[in-house]
């Protein structure tokens, strides 16, 4: 996937509707990375991210969505053949050592419900994604945008709290 081609800001804005839960401010960057995605990590599971993920208006071209979760009462089951869930206890980057980075062409990082191991996650994918694009929730967290530094862009949307950002590292 071409980054400057497939996500524009222009795109970003278009897709904007106010969301209703501060468990959802994550999807309009969802909706507007969405074409052209074949392969998803999602780490932390959740209503709207996983459904999104796997409707086909948004991800047309969706072929494996890998769910990661600690907490089993986040998981949203489908009878869906492209999604596969891993249910791992914290700390959850040994089982990514085993995750093929270059493979993907997103990966959604909102996991975690303790601040410290999101920090350490998001440190992790910053030095493994090299080709993705990464969608990283409550954003506002400042501890967040630390972990976050080895990322050479960010587009943050701050109209909603919790804020979102949009990260990667290739042109």
């Given at each position: 996937m071409c980054l400057e081609e497939e996500v524009k800001v222009s795109d970003l804005l278009s897709m904007y509707e106010p969301q209703?839960?501060?468990?959802?401010t994550h999807v309009p960057l969802l909706r507007a990375v969405g074409k052209g995605v074949r392969t998803v990590l999602e780490l932390g599971a959740g209503e709207?991210?996983?459904?999104?993920?796997?409707?086909?208006?948004y991800y047309p071209d969706?072929?494996?969505?890998?769910?990661?979760?600690?907490?089993?009462?986040?998981?949203?089951?489908?009878d869906d053949p492209r999604h596969k869930i891993a249910i791992v206890e914290e700390p959850?980057?040994?089982?990514?050592?085993?995750?093929?980075?270059?493979?993907l062409d997103l990966i959604f990082c909102d996991n975690s419900t303790s601040g410290d191991r999101r920090c350490d996650t998001l440190r992790y994918v910053?030095?493994?994604?090299?080709?993705?694009?990464?969608?990283a929730h409550d954003f506002d967290v400042p501890s967040y945008?630390?972990?976050?530094g080895?990322?050479?862009?960010?587009?943050v949307d701050d109209r909603q709290s919790p804020h979102t950002a949009l990260l990667w590292r290739a042109r």
């Open positions: 209703g839960s501060p468990f959802a709207f991210s996983t459904r999104l993920f796997l409707d086909r208006t969706l072929v494996e969505l890998v769910t990661v979760e600690q907490d089993r009462k986040w998981v949203v089951c489908h959850i980057e040994p089982f990514l050592d085993m995750v093929d980075f270059a493979a910053a030095k493994r994604a090299t080709r993705s694009l990464v969608v945008a630390e972990a976050a080895g990322f050479e862009h960010c587009i």
